[in-house]
């Protein structure tokens, strides 16, 4: 049941239930590789590139970029290799100033207490991160120890600066928030105000708002120039009517995203018949900035032919409950049939309208129901006689 104080996280569950429904599937056909998963993932392999070098002159965003065990791992490997260079610094200082043998108590060194690699090692630790337990120090003895000491604080600085500000955008990330914005699983072709439409679902499942949201719609396919050049992924963006009029939408509760397949979209001159048998993909991408965290995200996902469904449209799913609005999330992909043109949206604007196509249709399904009424009027004639 919909909870009145708001949505409790049960609700999810309901949504990805509601948008495994049964609907009517297409028969299998082979088709080509989908370009963005459901899940906003990019099904694109980068091969072949030379120039690897780049990636290392941007070293922060290519730690980001990384897997999260290869980032601890390197964030891990970063200090202990730190650590053992400088101890091996100390060491070898010690060493040549004879602080590793020398007995006489009047004897300065350059570093205190330091007998083997070991101390040398754990002061190296002490030092880089600022933790002293009093029994190692530099004295004034040697200036070369002044040195190093200055520079492995130096690059101390540097490596917690670069790993600890990787791990926090890493954290920090907009994907995770973008992880509860939601699309519906199918994209619905029907008719609205007259006109034949395409349309998807977006909802948030969060209290936080996503501020100047934006939708984008664009159809990603196979096309070929007039001069005969095969453009293997290209990509058209496609006019939307948003719910508001406007290019911004305000995402509070679920919204539809419609857009008019008129004359200017790349969907004019598809019908059903062709959505059957055409490899069509629609990329919707929703992008906005995190209200609590100021941070720009973006949420993305594609709807194939078998995912679009024709002469279908969306369920309400926003009721008022006790002077409030109450969005039930368990219908938010539930669709239902609705009579609608199997043409295309250019053949119904060559036949005058969906006015002269309904008139049309009407006049036809009339005289077919004369000719079943006289021929079953004719069939008890005789068998009365």
């Known amino acids: 049941m919909l909870s009145r104080k708001g949505l409790i996280p049960e609700d999810y569950l309901l949504t990805r239930l509601a948008e495994n429904v049964q609907q009517p599937k297409f028969k299998a056909k082979p088709r080509k590789a989908r370009f963005v998963a459901k899940n906003g993932t990019c099904n694109v392999a980068h091969t072949n590139i030379r120039e690897q070098g780049r990636f290392l002159q941007d070293v922060f965003t290519t730690l980001v970029d990384l897997k999260w065990l290869h980032t601890l791992i390197i964030f891990t490997m970063s200090f202990l290799c730190s650590w053992l260079l400088f101890g091996m610094i100390w060491w070898l200082i010690a060493f040549a100033h004879g602080d590793l043998d020398q007995t006489d108590d009047d004897f300065v060194p350059c570093v205190t207490d330091i007998h083997s690699f070991s101390s040398a090692f754990l002061f190296s630790i002490e030092v880089q991160v600022t933790i002293g337990f009093g029994g190692r120090m530099v004295t ?70 996503i501020i100047s949201a934006t939708v984008r719609l664009q159809v990603v396919r196979n096309t070929s120039t007039e001069e005969g050049e095969v453009v293997p992924l290209d990509q058209v963006d496609i006019h939307m009517d948003n719910p508001v009029g406007t290019n911004g939408i305000f995402l509070v509760s679920p919204l539809i995203i419609c857009h008019v397949m008129d004359k200017d979209s790349p969907l004019y001159s598809m019908s059903a018949f062709d959505l059957q048998h055409e490899n069509v993909e629609v990329v919707a991408v929703l992008e906005g900035v995190v209200e609590t965290t100021g941070i720009t995200m973006q949420a993305r996902t594609s709807y194939v032919s078998e995912e679009i ?77």
């Open 140 to 209: 004034e003895e040697c200036v070369s120890a002044i040195i190093v000491l200055i520079t492995q604080n130096i690059v101390g600085l540097l490596i917690n600066a670069i790993m600890l500000g990787c791990i926090f955008m890493k954290t920090a990330q907009a994907n995770r928030r973008a992880e509860t914005l939601i699309f519906s699983k199918h994209a619905v072709i029907s008719v609205r105000n007259n006109k034949l439409c395409f349309m998807i679902r977006i909802g948030d499942l969060r209290k936080s708002m």
């Open 309 to 385: 469904l024709w002469g279908q449209r969306f369920v309400p799913t926003v009721s008022e409950e006790d002077g409030m609005y109450a969005v039930d999330y368990s219908k938010f992909g539930n669709t239902m049939k609705v009579p609608t043109p199997f043409c295309s949206a250019k053949k119904l604007d060559e036949v005058g309208g969906i006015a002269r196509f309904k008139l049309a249709e009407g006049v036809t399904l009339r005289a077919t129901v004369r000719r079943r009424r006289a021929s079953a009027a004719s069939r008890r004639s005789r068998m009365d006689t």
